[in-house]
Each structure stands twice: as structure tokens, then as C-alpha cells.
């Protein structure tokens, strides 16, 4: 298995002293009147409905100009559509039409970039990165609590068999196992979480149009290149990593170019004409 060489080898050497057996783990939350209530859309539901609270706030201080529900839908639209395509395109071409199953995260992010970008760039004649840069730490939160759901849920996205502490088994899940695992969804949840709060906590800086999207798309690339070295996803053909860490690969190059590009500070006019001389 690729990971067990590229990872660090100190897992293997700690103390398999206990692993959790996740009984609470269950696809359907409660049933209310002979209708179930899912964990994962509930989970979503609330990621859709507080960043749609914070963006409305964000929008406002940063005074652009977007309906925060049409961009919601935008995001909304174009999400579902790229995660659908990516997953088509990924693990099963059936799955394009298919209602109950059939999305990825990343299709999605890249979906709902363009969708947005479009809304934002043609019909609200605002600035793309501006947007994009409000959006980045948003779009990151969503996708931890998410994640959270793809947990709670025990939707099948678990890493290979392990016997670290903390690993898992999920004997009620989506898609059971009765061998401790690991808890890959946490892993995302954290690290996704994590980059969440720095650009929370830096989009109040003095930094130029392009930066929270260029590090939002770099930092996300990095985080599940390595985290898909603990799934057990077979390498791309001629590769010796999976589809998702190539598509990492390219979010992390396109968050490079962004920043090469377009998030270098401007000259002033004293500067260019220093410059210039």
C-alpha cells in the first residue's frame, strides 16, 4: 500500500492500545412520522445555513455587490453539478443522473467556483477575487462540518485497517466495518476546521486581492494530498498516487499561479515610476 512507505513509520510503532468502536455511528439520525432524517443532510443543511449567515455579514462589511441568495444558489448549483461530474468522471458514469449517492468535494469546489465566479463577474460586474477571497474561509468551514457529517454518517470514505490508539470501527455505519480504521472524515473535519479559522482570522488584513483564495486552495491541496495517503484508493494507472491526490495537485498549482500572479501587492504610483526610471 502506497502510504504504509510514504508515511511516517512512527505510526507503526505506537501502542495499539485501544480503538473505538463508533455505535453511535448511523446513517439516519431519527424518523419523524415515517420519515427518516439523515445525519449527513442535516449536517449540510447546517453548513449551507451558517455560512449563508456569515457570507451575508461578510458582504455587507466588505460592501459588495452580490445578493447573498442568489450567490448561495449559485454556489448551490454549481456545487452539486461539479460534484457529480468529478464523481461520474471518477468512479462510476452511471452515478451522473443517480439521486442518492454520487458527489465529491473537490468537483464540487471547483463547480462552485466557476458558478460564482460567472454570477459574480457577468451579472454583478463585482470583483472575482474579492468574492473568492470572502468566500475561502466559508467554503473550507462548510466543508468540515461536512465532513462531520460523512462521520456521523459512516458513509464508507474510512482509511485502511490500523492499529493506532485512535483507530475505528464503524459496525452501524452507512457502510459497516467491523475492523478499526482510519477515521479519515475527523482528519478532514480537523484539518479543514483549522484552515477555516486562520482565514477567518486573517481576512481582516491588509493583504492583496487573490491571497485567502490562493492559500485556501493551496492549504486544502496539501491537507488531502497526505490524508489520502491513509485511504485505500488504488494509484492512478502510471502514477503512483490516487485521482484525488492528483487532483490535489493541481489545486495546490493553481493556488501557486493565483498567487504568483494575481495576489502580488501593487505598486504605487512613486514606485512605478521609480521603476520606471
Given at each position: 500500500?502506497?502510504?504504509?512507505?510514504?508515511?511516517?513509520?512512527?505510526?507503526?510503532?505506537?501502542?495499539?492500545?485501544?480503538?473505538?468502536?463508533?455505535e453511535?455511528?448511523?446513517?439516519?439520525l431519527f424518523?419523524?412520522?415515517?420519515?427518516?432524517i439523515?445525519?449527513?443532510?442535516?449536517?449540510?443543511?447546517?453548513?449551507?445555513?451558517?455560512?449563508?449567515?456569515?457570507?451575508?455579514k461578510?458582504?455587507?462589511?466588505?460592501?459588495?455587490?452580490?445578493?447573498?441568495?442568489?450567490l448561495?444558489?449559485?454556489?448551490?448549483?454549481?456545487?452539486?453539478i461539479?460534484?457529480?461530474?468529478?464523481?461520474?468522471l471518477?468512479?462510476?458514469?452511471?452515478?451522473?443522473?443517480?439521486?442518492?449517492t454520487?458527489?465529491?468535494?473537490?468537483?464540487?469546489?471547483?463547480?462552485?467556483?466557476?458558478a460564482?465566479?460567472?454570477?459574480?463577474?457577468?451579472?454583478c460586474?463585482?470583483?472575482?477575487?474579492?468574492?473568492?477571497?470572502?468566500?475561502?474561509?466559508?467554503?473550507?468551514?462548510?466543508?468540515?462540518?461536512?465532513?462531520?457529517?460523512?462521520?456521523?454518517?459512516?458513509?464508507?470514505?474510512?482509511?485502511?485497517?490500523?492499529?493506532?490508539?485512535?483507530?475505528?470501527?464503524?459496525?452501524?455505519?452507512?457502510?459497516p466495518?467491523?475492523?478499526?480504521?482510519?477515521?479519515?472524515?475527523?482528519y478532514?473535519?480537523?484539518t479543514?476546521?483549522?484552515?477555516?479559522?486562520?482565514?477567518?482570522?486573517?481576512?481582516?488584513?491588509?493583504?492583496?486581492?487573490?491571497?485567502q483564495?490562493?492559500?485556501?486552495?493551496?492549504?486544502?491541496?496539501?491537507?488531502?494530498?497526505?490524508?489520502?495517503?491513509?485511504?485505500?484508493?488504488?494509484?492512478?494507472?502510471?502514477?503512483?498516487?490516487?485521482?484525488y491526490?492528483?487532483?490535489?495537485?493541481?489545486?495546490?498549482?493553481?493556488?501557486?499561479?493565483?498567487?504568483?500572479?494575481?495576489?502580488?501587492?501593487?505598486?504605487?504610483p512613486?514606485?512605478?515610476?521609480?521603476?520606471?526610471?
Amino acid at each position: 500500500m502506497v502510504a504504509e512507505y510514504r508515511l511516517p513509520q512512527l505510526l507503526k510503532f505506537l501502542p495499539s492500545l485501544m480503538s473505538v468502536t463508533a455505535e453511535f455511528v448511523r446513517p439516519v439520525l431519527f424518523t419523524v412520522f415515517g420519515l427518516n432524517i439523515y445525519v449527513y443532510g442535516l449536517c449540510m443543511a447546517t453548513a449551507f445555513m451558517v455560512t449563508f449567515f456569515l457570507g451575508q455579514k461578510e458582504i455587507a462589511r466588505k460592501q459588495l455587490k452580490v445578493d447573498p441568495s442568489m450567490l448561495l444558489i449559485c454556489a448551490m448549483v454549481g456545487g452539486v453539478i461539479g460534484a457529480r461530474i468529478h464523481y461520474a468522471l471518477t468512479w462510476d458514469h452511471s452515478a451522473l443522473f443517480a439521486l442518492n449517492t454520487g458527489l465529491s468535494f473537490q468537483g464540487g469546489l471547483i463547480g462552485g467556483i466557476i458558478a460564482t465566479t460567472v454570477y459574480t463577474r457577468y451579472w454583478c460586474r463585482e470583483s472575482v477575487g474579492k468574492m473568492l477571497d470572502m468566500l475561502a474561509p466559508l467554503l473550507m468551514l462548510g466543508h468540515a462540518i461536512g465532513k462531520l457529517g460523512c462521520f456521523l454518517s459512516g458513509d464508507g470514505c474510512y482509511g485502511y485497517p490500523t492499529e493506532v490508539p485512535w483507530a475505528m470501527s464503524f459496525p452501524n455505519g452507512l457502510v459497516p466495518t467491523l475492523t478499526p480504521v482510519h477515521p479519515t472524515p475527523l482528519y478532514e473535519m480537523v484539518t479543514s476546521g483549522s484552515v477555516a479559522a486562520i482565514l477567518w482570522w486573517r481576512r481582516k488584513k491588509d493583504a492583496p486581492t487573490w491571497t485567502q483564495t490562493s492559500d485556501m486552495l493551496m492549504l486544502l491541496g496539501l491537507t488531502r494530498f497526505f490524508i489520502e495517503d491513509f485511504r485505500t484508493y488504488e494509484p492512478v494507472e502510471g502514477f503512483s498516487i490516487n485521482q484525488y491526490q492528483i487532483v490535489a495537485v493541481g489545486l495546490v498549482l493553481a493556488g501557486a499561479v493565483i498567487y504568483w500572479t494575481l495576489a502580488q501587492p501593487k505598486a504605487t504610483p512613486a514606485e512605478a515610476s521609480k521603476k520606471d526610471d
